[in-house]
């Protein structure tokens, strides 16, 4: 930034009264106000929660939109991964990634997270995370918008869609750095009716409502898992039939411009491939993963998004015993020693492919996991646009 930028930021600051310090505080503390707000926004959510009590013009900075960019901005990096225990109540736990992945030989600690939503054995499916905020769908006919860190969320209103047997509504959340607004695209699938197309709402975060847009690409039907956010587009691993030939491409819709577009996946080897390709995001890369032969798990990494030289095969991971049973889901995270958090029956598993050896997490209050995700901690509000 500027400095004739940070000079205006400063004045709007003075001007909307988010700082207020008289002369005497100013000069028994000796600190500029513009330190003030660089201290605190590389300060965790926790204590941020706690220092909003310290003074009304605290409170009002900790609150302002720019001042929660501005910490977003210094903790994109600062990732907790939640996880939906196997239990018959509904059971959500957190805990630090960078714990979970350094302290592999003791337990890391977790904190339970109190689900909004007070229904306790309907579990609801995680379908992604956008700068803090957790999406889950309920039932398929609405979602829940909550960021955890700040214990506050925000459920959409419903779809209303002509729902029967055999029907699926597949999720995705992205935000739009145009209209700086969070939104979820619902894509409606009916195989009762293969050869119609799939319909398609936005939710948007700022005006809480849903609309149609444009219906999802003719004859091709999304898999049933979420929409996974890169680069402004949300993407779907995606079935479409060629005549008598059944394929899969990822359909990518920019949430912006709430246009469609196909994008190749790598060049691998279908025919030896005994799974339905998934899609997950690593390190703010589009990523693929599938079952090669039961043997192993092969991940593969769109380096430069839309440009299909770029993918490159990130990581092959060998199968542990019962592959019959079980399959590897995720990769959640590659750490910067390129070790791979996975989830294999049920547990947490970490790939080191320097050694190819394997590391289980052991989590405090807990074993067992149905679902996880990664999210970062924020300020970021459902509530507040």
Partial sequence: MSSSSQGRRRI??????????????????????ELVVEILSRIPVKCLLKFRCVCKSWNSLISDSYFIKKHLHHFTHHNRIILSATTAEFHLNSCYLNSLISSTSSTTISEHLNYPVKNKYRHDGIVGSCDGLVCFAIKGDCVLLWNPSIRVSKKSPPLGNNWRPGCFTSFGLGYDHVKQDYKVVAVFCDPNHFFSESKVKVYSMATNSWRKIQDFPHGVTPYQNSGKFVTGTLN????????????????????????????????????????????????????????????????????????TESWIKLVTVPYLPNPEDFSYSGPYYVSEKGEVLLMFEFDLVLFDPSDRSFKYPRIQNGKGWFDAEVYVETLVSPMKH
């Avoid at 709007?12 to 106000?33: K, V």
């Fill in 236 to 307: 779907w691993a995606s079935n479409f039939t060629l005549g008598s030939t059944s394929s899969w491409i990822i359909v990518s819709l920019d949430l912006q411009k709430e246009s469609y577009r196909e994008i190749l996946p790598p060049d691998y080897e279908k025919e030896e491939t005994s799974s339905t390709p998934t899609l997950g995001v690593l390190n703010e890369c589009l990523c693929m993963s599938y079952d090669h032969k039961r043997t192993h798990f092969v991940v593969w990494l769109m380096k430069d998004y839309g440009v």
């Fill in 12 to 33: 709007d600051y003075h001007q909307r009264g988010l700082i207020r310090t008289s002369s005497m505080e100013m000069e028994q503390a000796f600190i500029p106000e």
